[in-house]
């Protein structure tokens, strides 16, 4: 079946520093990844859009500068948190949307997440 | 602007009582409507969608109708369990815009005692 990996699972950082996550696809191919940000006592946001050959697509209040993301092929992305600061922290989805393993294009596929604490 | 409202924060219930969760949604088109559930430790998965207005959509017991007139799609479950206790999320997805690009409500926690 259609799954999607995210690591690491938890992650701490001190003030300043970045964090690089990671998203796989696995049983089909992920055509377009969107990365979300969930904090603290609030929803979903998204942060981006990435589909293969197109330009990435950033949220207001989200930048290529602060969140920087690559999507070299269908199975993989990845996402950095440059400086993180306390207003990052939260939980880091990825969900994947695409082609092959029978499933339809409009369906997405969420990781676990990558929970970030910034000390 | 576009958004997801669920007015309920946190739900506890018995084993075997009726849920009811809140969802209604703002936008100009015709989205899709989803509700995601997330188990603690996880992310959420996808419980049900529904793409045309008036249609139910259902799964592992659990049901929401798209309102377009009340613009609303409650999620309803006829005697929950235990294992339903999760935090539910209703989404939208506007028409024409990519899969992956959905607008969250806040989610409702829902607890069920034994």
């Known amino acids: 079946g259609a799954l999607v990996y995210q690591y690491p699972r938890r992650t701490i950082c001190k003030s300043g520093t970045s964090m690089r996550m990671e998203c796989q696809a696995v049983?089909?191919?992920?055509?377009?990844v969107a990365w979300y940000r969930q904090s603290p006592q609030k929803t979903f946001e998204l942060i981006a859009l990435?589909?293969?050959?197109?330009?990435?697509?950033?949220e207001q209040n989200f930048t290529q500068e602060k969140f920087p993301i690559s999507h070299p092929n269908l199975s993989f992305s990845s996402m950095t948190v440059l400086n993180a600061y306390l207003e990052d922290r939260g939980l880091y989805l990825c969900?994947?949307?695409?082609?092959?393993?029978?499933?339809?294009?409009?369906?997405?596929?969420f990781g676990h997440g990558t929970k970030l604490s910034v000390l | 602007g576009d958004s997801v409202i669920q007015m309920q924060g946190q739900v506890t219930l018995s084993e075997n009582d009726f849920l009811f969760i809140n969802c209604t949604y703002s936008?100009?088109?015709?989205?899709?409507l989803f509700w995601y559930v997330q188990y603690s430790g996880e992310g959420p998965q996808l419980l049900l969608q529904?793409?045309?207005?008036?249609n139910k959509g259902s799964s592992r017991g659990f049901e929401a109708t798209y309102d377009k007139g009340t613009t609303s799609f409650h999620l309803q479950k006829t005697s929950v369990q235990e294992i339903d206790s999760a935090v539910y999320y209703c989404a939208m997805r506007e028409r024409g815009s990519s899969g992956n690009k959905l607008i969250f409500g806040i989610g409702t926690l829902l607890s069920v005692k034994p």
């Open positions: 990435s589909t293969v050959n197109s330009a990435i697509k950033y």
């Open positions: 049983g089909f191919q992920a055509t377009s």
């Open positions: 936008t100009t088109g015709y989205p899709t």
């Open positions: 969900g994947a949307a695409g082609q092959g393993g029978g499933i339809s294009n409009e369906r997405l596929f």
């Open positions: 529904v793409t045309t207005a008036n």
